[in-house]
């Protein structure tokens, strides 16, 4: 009797771990690509919601894994678990600096950081410059790109991170930490950012930061090791990035509605955050503003190294990389050709 | 649930032994029905000492407590040797499995002011795990006080605990990250949440232990107490709780590791300083031997209040086992 009901529990055990609720129907008889995505608005969420990898890559199972910070997806290519990944300027200049020197190549500029991330300071707070923060709690969420413009917004200002007291906050306990008053500014970023604003002002936006020299970027990073491998599929990758780009210009309404079913947000909302980002054209991505040309990798590597040497300045990483070490790093094959027909 | 290291005081003299623990009880036990106390002493069997093979053999004494002492050390050692072969093999990226070296510089990095920086964050690492310490003590005394009064209240009356016991069971079986973001709503991003949070993750176990030790008090000494004349109020201080009190002990040790292992949860947010805040700021860094030295920092030092709240029980409860 016992031997029959362990067997049962066993029965049961094995049934009910063959049930996933995953759909993504992998077929094991074809090789998978392992992509990383994040929630911010971008043209990697118009590729994974009209399927265009999938049909542009028919002989490979995609898988997409969603991301909350760059740190995670660092952690996911360190860990070798994934082929390409979604993330900040700041947390791929870690990436490539010693200790973590992380094999992956930048191949694409997502988003440019505009007036979707912004410093805002509470209406009440009696803040109305930069200066004014001196010795006030800031809110930002750690080791992202809002945490680097904010250091750099205060070094503009001649503050550094000792003169006023940062806070470690997610945007959505931002969020609630702004409605108790217990922040009196923060640097976040949308949807947050749209509900700070309406009890609170702009001090600096990314946007401008941008045109002070520190832009902050969204990237598309590839493993070495699988670009080496498959160049074939980084190019198509790269087409299908360049094709969302494009309908971002030309179709706002239709991108915004692809995004919008991703990160479940009306296509209304959506559309008025694609405004406030900076969505390159596919001909401005492999200019020598960004990525540059085979052979000559663009300016991108000169804000990557400069972020480098800001995050070790600010002793987050022993000593930033060299700029050779960035200029490697940018993935300019078949540039410009290879997304801009 | 004896500690072993208990048994040699005892062995030494088992005479003085159950003198001490009658007195002990008299101390608890009125004197006006000291009867009743006979009872306790009476069915306290002494067959556990006679047992104890340490007894018998002086030297063996020594040999065992040599052996106690040198297994956790060899077992610490094997680790340390294990772990750097491993690190130094080159298996995995320095990232995945930093070698020893790496850590212990982290350590004293962390422990000091080096180039302008002190420790982590602007903390040494002593001030991160006060921090976490004294969070986790106001959470822990919260929670032990409210859950062993709930517990003494569920045991004692069958109506409350049946009321009460699905609230109970329904917050036991809660993760507290997932309604962690919920009292940072309520109550903001400072010290509140995080000893609330840590109160009601020590809470549970303390109740649910003091109800069972309540409920499970023998009812032939409560009967014989109150046939000796013990009102329902004596009953409760002079037999139930002093039987339901090592029982209540083990919850209270419970109660602090589940507290302890929240600490990471509660520091999420504003969680610097904070030894659980500075696991979490290392780890989004990728900083590895930072992550690990905050994670022998919690385990050590969980050890080591372990290890107090054992040496209070046994002063505390010296009669446990031996009703």
């Known amino acids: ?325 960035f200029q490697d790093a940018i993935y300019t094959k078949g540039l410009p050709g290879a997304i801009t027909q | 649930m004896c500690p072993v290291a208990h048994l040699p005081e005892i062995t030494a003299d088992g005479g003085v032994l159950s003198l001490a623990l009658s007195a002990d009880l008299h101390r608890t036990v009125s004197s006006r029905y000291q009867y009743a106390v006979s009872v306790f002493v009476d069915i306290a069997p002494d067959e556990s000492l006679a047992d104890s093979p340490a007894a018998v053999v002086p030297s063996g004494r020594w040999r065992g407590r040599l052996t106690r002492a040198a297994l956790p050390l060899l077992s610490v050692v094997v680790f340390f040797v294990v772990w750097q072969l491993i690190a130094a093999s080159g298996i995995w990226n320095q990232t995945f499995v930093p070698n020893p070296g790496a850590v212990w510089h982290a350590f004293l990095d962390v422990s000091t002011t080096h180039d302008g920086v002190r420790g982590y964050a602007g903390y040494l690492l002593w001030e991160h795990l006060y921090m976490t310490l004294r969070r986790v003590f106001a959470g822990v005394v919260i929670g032990v006080v409210l859950g062993v009064l709930l517990g003494l209240v569920m045991g004692s009356v069958s109506w409350v605990r049946s009321v009460l016991e699905p609230w109970l069971t329904f917050l036991r079986a809660l993760p507290p990250l997932a309604y962690f973001f919920l009292l940072v709503i309520w109550l903001g991003i400072d010290e509140a949440p995080k000893i609330t949070l840590l109160a009601l993750a020590a809470l549970p176990p303390a109740a649910v232990a003091t109800t069972a030790a309540v409920v499970a008090a023998p009812v032939g000494l409560q009967e014989a107490a109150r046939a000796l004349g013990a009102s329902r109020r004596q009953v409760i201080r002079d037999v139930v709780v002093p039987s339901a009190l090592p029982e209540t002990f083990t919850g209270v040790r419970l109660a602090v590791g589940m507290a302890y292992s929240s600490v990471v949860a509660a520091e999420l947010f504003n969680g610097l300083p904070g030894i659980g805040g500075l696991v979490k700021d290392a780890s989004n860094y990728n900083n590895t031997p930072v992550v690990l030295v905050g994670i022998f920092a919690i385990g050590i030092s969980g050890l080591v209040i372990d290890g107090l709240l054992r040496a209070v029980e046994r002063r505390a409860v010296p009669w446990r086992g031996k009703i």
């Not at chain 1, 990697?44 to 991301?67: Q, S």
């Not at chain 1, 410059?129 to 200002?157: E, M, V």
């Not at chain 1, 360049?242 to 706002?252: G, S, V, Y």
């Open chain 1, 1 to 325: 009797m016992k031997l029959k009901a362990l067997f049962a529990v066993v029965a049961a055990t094995l049934a009910l771990a063959g049930c996933s609720v995953d759909r993504s129907a992998d077929q094991p008889d074809k090789p998978t690509i392992r992509i990383g995505y994040q929630s911010f608005p971008s043209g990697d969420l118009i590729v994974k919601n009209n399927k265009w990898l999938e049909e542009a890559l028919p002989n490979y199972n995609i898988k997409w894994t969603k991301f909350d910070s760059g740190a995670d997806v660092n952690t996911a290519f360190i860990a070798k678990e994934l082929d390409f990944g979604a993330l900040g300027s700041s947390p791929v200049a870690r990436g490539l600096s010693a200790p973590l020197n992380i094999p992956y190549k930048v191949a694409f500029v997502l988003d440019v950081a505009g007036d979707n991330e912004a410093l805002v300071a509470r209406n009440g707070s009696g803040i109305n410059t930069i200066a004014d923060l001196k010795g006030k709690r800031i809110g930002t969420p750690f080791a992202s790109t809002a945490h680097y413009s904010l250091l750099a917004a205060l070094n503009q200002n001649g503050l550094s991170a000792k003169d006023v007291q940062l806070v470690d906050l997610q945007p959505q306990a931002i969020l609630a930490a702004w409605d108790r008053g217990d922040v009196d500014a923060a640097y976040s970023w949308l949807p947050t950012l749209d509900q700070l604003r309406k009890s609170g002002k702009d001090l600096i936006t990314s946007r401008q930061l941008a045109k002070d020299g520190k832009p902050t970027l969204d990237l598309g990073a590839v493993r070495d090791e699988f670009a080496d491998a498959h160049p074939d599929v980084v190019d198509t990758w790269r087409q299908q990035e360049a094709r969302a780009l494009t309908l971002i210009h030309d179709d706002p309404t239709a991108a915004a509605k692809a995004i919008a079913a991703e990160i479940g947000l009306s296509p209304d909302e959506v559309a008025g955050q694609l405004k406030q980002g900076v969505y390159l054209t596919p001909e401005q991505v492999a200019s020598p503003e960004w990525l540059g040309a085979e052979g000559k990798p663009g300016n991108i590597a000169v804000n990557l190294q400069s972020a480098s040497q800001f995050l070790a300045d600010q002793k987050q990483i022993p000593s930033a990389a060299s700029l050779q070490t």
